[in-house]
């Protein structure tokens, strides 16, 4: 019997629950009420009091710098002072872009598995599962949301490498389009670029496969 595939098949883990919505927030309310948990956000919305109106007040919140890029000391910062409050937080929600999306999962990750984040940079060095994670997207091309990756600076090494393991992977994401309507023309664009060029890369990579051309000719119409 001749394959159909002209590499082996490669199983490829996915994000577990996908939903898309019109009113996101008010979808991550009700997932939340009964649980302790601790949100990432983009540095967007510290000023938007109704994000913050439909989450708990016992949650711990972290706001992300403008113009953020995950270093590998502010995230082992971050795990420390979480740590500190001794409190039995079961979920971590990250909002916001790559950067945002990318803290949370780190910080997933380093709440289950002991030592610094440099130590898990590199291929399948994660012993646990981290805590169950959602991530909210709020600009297109990112990929962060569905990756096995989570990329971080070490700026010690001088390197940029990522945590890149199955556990890294959002538990559960939530998609609504209607969060990139406030993104500014500048960024619009070249995250749209983004995803015309991963589309791209996609379509004429030695790996690809079935699922993935027909998401990226989808993505190069819509484009």
């Given at each position: 019997?001749?394959?159909i595939f002209?590499?082996?098949?490669?199983n490829?883990?996915?994000?577990?629950?996908?939903?898309?919505?019109?009113?996101?927030?008010?979808?991550?309310?009700?997932?939340i009420k009964?649980?302790?948990?601790?949100?990432i956000?983009?540095?967007?919305?510290?000023?938007k009091?109704?994000?913050?109106?439909?989450?708990?007040?016992?949650?711990?919140?972290?706001?992300?710098?403008?113009?953020f890029?995950?270093?590998t000391?502010?995230?082992?910062?971050?795990?420390?002072e979480i740590?500190?409050r001794?409190?039995?937080?079961?979920l971590?929600v990250?909002?916001g872009g790559?950067?945002?999306l990318?803290t949370?999962?780190?910080i997933?990750?380093l709440?289950?598995?002991?030592g610094?984040?440099?130590?898990?940079?590199?291929?399948?060095?994660?012993k646990n599962?981290g805590?169950?994670?959602?991530g909210?997207?709020?600009?297109?091309?990112t990929?962060?949301?569905?990756?096995?990756?989570?990329?971080?600076?070490n700026?010690k090494?001088?390197?940029k490498l990522?945590?890149?393991?199955?556990?890294?992977?959002?538990?559960?994401i939530?998609?609504?389009?209607?969060?990139c309507?406030?993104?500014?023309r500048?960024?619009?664009?070249?995250s749209?670029?983004?995803?015309?060029?991963?589309s791209?890369?996609?379509?004429?990579?030695?790996?690809?496969?079935?699922v993935?051309?027909?998401?990226s000719?989808?993505?190069?119409?819509?484009?």
């Amino acid at each position: 019997m001749l394959s159909i595939f002209k590499t082996n098949a490669i199983n490829i883990k996915n994000v577990n629950k996908v939903i898309f919505s019109s009113k996101p927030f008010f979808d991550l309310r009700n997932k939340i009420k009964k649980k302790n948990a601790i949100i990432i956000l983009d540095n967007f919305f510290k000023k938007k009091n109704k994000l913050i109106s439909k989450i708990k007040k016992n949650n711990l919140i972290f706001y992300l710098p403008k113009d953020f890029e995950p270093t590998t000391d502010y995230i082992d910062g971050i795990v420390k002072e979480i740590k500190k409050r001794k409190n039995n937080f079961e979920l971590v929600v990250s909002i916001g872009g790559g950067s945002t999306l990318d803290t949370g999962k780190s910080i997933s990750n380093l709440l289950n598995n002991k030592g610094s984040s440099e130590k898990y940079q590199g291929w399948d060095l994660l012993k646990n599962r981290g805590v169950y994670k959602i991530g909210i997207p709020t600009l297109f091309g990112t990929g962060s949301e569905v990756t096995r990756t989570c990329v971080l600076m070490n700026k010690k090494k001088k390197l940029k490498l990522g945590m890149n393991s199955d556990f890294t992977v959002f538990d559960e994401i939530i998609l609504s389009p209607d969060l990139c309507k406030t993104v500014n023309r500048n960024q619009y664009f070249f995250s749209g670029m983004d995803c015309f060029i991963h589309s791209f890369e996609s379509l004429t990579g030695k790996y690809k496969n079935t699922v993935a051309n027909v998401y990226s000719h989808q993505t190069i119409d819509l484009c």
